[in-house]
């Protein structure tokens, strides 16, 4: 796929994945309940059992009557299910409607001052209680948990104070900070538990509250052995996504977090200003509020899928281009680490290669209330290799690393194409908007991928002249990738986002294009 300039004799290419197909498969349903309004709507596998999360829930009666509300919820959907179907956890029977019908709520002995399946520490508790609903502090899910195993998983969870009626409406809503929440699954019923207070302070980018992977140690930190990990977090600031890691066994201790500075392509231990708009400072400019970065076994690179603030209900997405280095590096070459491609642990690779640009993968149908939110995928479903090799116990067969089919109701392995061909998404649609009288529930689409067309024409450089900071910032936004891109600093050269000269002596196309960088980014450009 690609698309012609305004100049004659110029090509702009433009790799992108090719969606093959969508299809909207409707609300989650909670049959246990009588009737749950909640958001969020984030999972993961663990203990062959895929783990639902939520933030705010509402339980109600057959009359609209309020049974029961806290700030988080959790569900299990098992292999056999209905995709479309989970069951709730701490769901009890309440009592009777006038009609002598049953109801039934989650947490329901629980108000919003105890807050739900993840738990306060005793302050949070008390201060819930006096406020009564008042005021409160909330643990909003808010991003996929990460395996560390196949029983076990993490995610950062934000804390935020609610104030129902500030004086300043800007401030009914302030983070407080990242808590770290461990969870397994027992056939009990998933299990949540905080790791301390905060890990990362509110005044600091929400690291872990967009996405997080786990990786092998650095290649170039021979210090380090094999069994260790190094987490990748990646947080959304104003102007774009900045990009943390830290040592696993170190992910509580927020003064061993070092930050990635796109301008050197090195991590450094100076974190982000989450108000910069130097976009040659921001890991990935543009805008997002919710999504996801996995690893995806059939394109064999990793995926961004996200929504944006523009509160349009699409789905938009980039992969990770192997065939675009940012820099000269002896293991990180085009066509991945070594040139053989990248396996789930390579997480490096996010400060190796450059993000394709923006694109649109799916616009969700929204509801009556307004606009969709909360847009999450769901990478378990409909593939088998979920989960990194290493993390399945050493006594497993290496042909037996593979976790159970999810989502045989609608899609069966054999017809599937490949893991990962088809990817399940999830947002939260306003079925009624408002703050106090709003009604949410959970929709579900899967989306069939193609492939990455629109190879571009001739070899990349293994040596690219592109800079850190225009490859790996992306794709700035308002701009087109036609658009050429600075380099940074005085030694600045352009160069187009996967494009292929038919005549190269072209020297007027040349300089219209030159100028046209020139006013678009006030960068000065040496010929």
């Given at each position: 796929m690609y698309t012609n300039s305004i100049a004659s004799g110029v090509h702009i290419f433009r790799r992108m994945i090719s969606v093959k197909s969508t299809t909207f498969l409707g609300p989650q349903l909670t049959p246990d309940v009588t009737n749950v309004s909640r958001d969020g709507g984030y999972s993961a596998l663990i203990n062959d059992n895929i783990v639902w999360l939520y933030d705010d829930t509402e339980c109600m009666g057959y009359a609209g009557n309020q049974l029961s509300f806290v700030s988080n919820t959790a569900a299990v959907?098992?292999?056999?299910?209905?995709?479309?179907?989970?069951?709730?956890?701490?769901?009890?029977?309440?009592?009777?409607d006038n009609h002598g019908r049953k109801e039934y709520a989650i947490l329901a002995n629980d108000t919003v001052g105890t807050g739900g399946w993840i738990p306060f520490q005793p302050d949070e508790l008390q201060f819930n209680n006096k406020m009564k609903g008042r005021e409160r502090v909330a643990i909003w899910p808010g991003t996929s948990p990460t395996p560390i195993s196949t029983t076990q998983a993490?995610?950062?969870?934000?804390?935020?104070?609610v104030d129902y009626q500030p004086q300043d409406p800007s401030k009914e809503y302030q983070a407080r900070g990242m808590t770290l929440?461990?969870?397994?699954?027992?056939?009990?019923?998933?299990?949540?538990?905080?790791?301390?207070?905060?890990?990362?302070?509110?005044?600091?980018?929400?690291?872990?509250?967009?996405a997080t992977l786990l990786g092998f140690t650095s290649t170039t930190d021979l210090s380090r052995g094999n069994d260790t990990r190094d987490v990748y977090l990646l947080g959304a600031a104003n102007n774009g996504l900045q990009?943390?890691?830290?040592?696993?066994?170190?992910?509580?201790s927020y003064t061993d977090y070092s930050y990635f500075d796109p301008r050197n392509l090195q991590f450094s231990e100076i974190s982000p200003d989450p108000n910069i708009s130097d976009y040659t400072q921001i890991y990935l400019p543009g805008t997002f509020t919710s999504g996801s970065v996995f690893y995806s076994p059939y394109f064999s690179t990793y995926l961004m899928i996200y929504l944006n603030r523009m509160a349009d209900s699409t789905f938009y997405g980039r992969f990770l281009d192997l065939n675009q280095p940012l820099a000269p590096d002896p293991v990180w070459i085009v066509g991945g680490k070594d040139g053989e491609g990248i396996v789930q642990e390579d997480a490096e690779a996010l400060v190796k290669y450059a993000w394709s640009p923006e694109q649109t993968l799916y616009a969700s149908p929204p509801g009556k209330g307004g606009f969709n939110y909360a847009g999450t995928a769901h990478p378990e479903y409909f593939n088998r290799q979920y989960f990194a090799e290493s993390l399945y116990s050493e006594s497993t067969p290496s042909d037996q690393r593979l976790n159970a089919w999810y989502g045989s109701a609608i899609l069966l392995e054999d017809d599937a194409g490949g893991d990962g061909r088809h990817l399940l998404l999830s947002w939260t649609s306003q079925l009624q908007g408002g703050m106090d009288n709003g009604v949410y529930q959970i929709c579900l689409a899967k989306v069939e991928f193609d492939s990455i067309s629109g190879e571009s024409t001739g070899t990349p450089s293994s040596t690219p002249s592109v800079s850190a900071a225009a490859t790996s910032?992306?794709?700035?936004?308002?701009?087109?990738?036609?658009n050429m891109i600075p380099n940074v600093g005085n030694r600045i050269a352009t160069v187009f986002e996967y494009c292929a000269w038919e005549d190269s002596c072209i020297l007027d196309v040349v300089s219209y294009l030159l100028l046209s960088v020139m006013v678009a980014t006030g960068a000065s450009l040496l010929l």
């Open positions: 959907a098992s292999p056999n299910q209905n995709i479309s179907t989970v069951e709730d956890f701490g769901v009890v029977m309440v009592g009777n993490f995610m950062y969870a934000p804390l935020v104070y929440v461990t969870i397994t699954a027992p056939n009990s019923g998933p299990i949540a538990a905080r790791e301390g207070d905060l890990v990362i302070p509110g005044t600091e980018i929400a690291f872990g509250g967009f990009l943390a890691r830290v040592d696993l066994d170190n992910v509580e910032g992306g794709q700035q936004p308002g701009k087109t990738p036609e």
